[in-house]
């Protein structure tokens, strides 16, 4: 059976794309990071997701990515901002070179696992402007995964990374999620990750709106559901 | 004062690389990686090592990267072969994305604290035959790095990955070293960890040739010596 690695934060593209990786008949491979973020919240919605997915595995990767700090998502000292999805700068939530780093473990976790895949959840549309999202980003580590593995060099065996959410728009994930049956109402996308969303965060804008425009109820619990 | 983050994992290249950025007038930013290695013998060196040129902080990445499994180094389950520095395979001792993973890491602290250099002492002439340390792998990996920052997208900010050993020999590393001061004394290179160097895995070897060649004697304690 052909395998993939797919990362999978606990948010609502993650799980989209682990909907896709398991419709094109991949053993499923997920990796997830407890990194020190804000908040665990999302790392108990990629278990819950990684569980109704019956994987084999769910590998956790534990890393102190706090002592680095640079953003709001692991510094509890910077407050996350209230959304503003038209912004042209990128914001505070900005994780320093996060997907690159989690790319990397997958990359030696593909090699491994014997997986031809890796499928990651970036979406360079309906975003917060990160430029660790977009195609571009994607293409170049392709480029150097090609050259950095025993895999890859002595064994001439091709990891590829796919991205299948990242020209779609929010509302088009919530649909290709909806109709593959992930388990929505498990996810986690609020930055500040309490028991409830906030409906306020770029990451709850983007979802409501995506949501929304589907004309689909977001199955998970909002304190606050602004202009909705 | 212009900084420089330096992969400084207590070896013997290492070591020597932070004394080229140190001989650069650089502030040195030092990133080490507790990644439940067979051994903490060389994380130790680290720490020596840094503490020698008196950095600010020296900060250490603690992660299991053990749980992806697949090397010699990481998998105490796996034993670590006898040297053969003439074969062409890629050896057990090989961990899979090692470099990549690190050098992201470092490039998110570069990011973070300003610098403008990531100083990494990889070798590709006498070296194990890993990938990932090849002058093609660093171009790529430059690339990429250059697309995945705020830093380089926002603010143009320039994070250059410098390898000053490259196309050094183990005894022109070890000469180097010894000319610009750098404490060999507190290294450690054998992949089997002991008290005393055990003179005979792939990293022993390298490292006798390069202090035999110099004309050198090699400060640190060995087990057996071979054919020295």
Known sequence: MKKAVVLLSGGLDSTVCMSVAASQGYELYPISFNYHQRHSRELNSAKAVAHYYKVKKHLIIETNMDAIGGSALTDSATA????????????????????????????????????????????????????????????????????????????????????????????????????????????????????????????CLLRLKGFSEAGLTDPILYDYRGEQ
Not at 170 to 179: A, D
């Open 80 to 203: 996350v901002p209230d959304g503003d999805v038209e912004r042209n700068d990128i914001p505070v939530t900005y994780v320093p070179a996060r997907n690159l780093t989690f790319l990397s473990y997958a990359l030696g976790y593909a090699e491994v696992t014997g997986a031809e895949r890796i499928f990651i959840g970036v979406n360079s549309l309906d975003y917060s402007g990160y430029p660790d999202c977009r195609p571009e980003f994607i293409a170049l580590f392709q480029k150097v995964a090609d050259y950095s593995t025993k895999a890859a060099v002595q064994d001439k065996r091709e990891i590829k990374v796919e991205t299948p959410l990242i020209n779609l728009s929010k509302k088009e994930i919530v649909q290709l999620g909806t109709k593959l049956g992930a388990p929505l109402k498990f996810t986690t996308s609020c930055y500040r990750g309490g028991e409830a969303a906030c409906g306020k965060c770029d990451s």
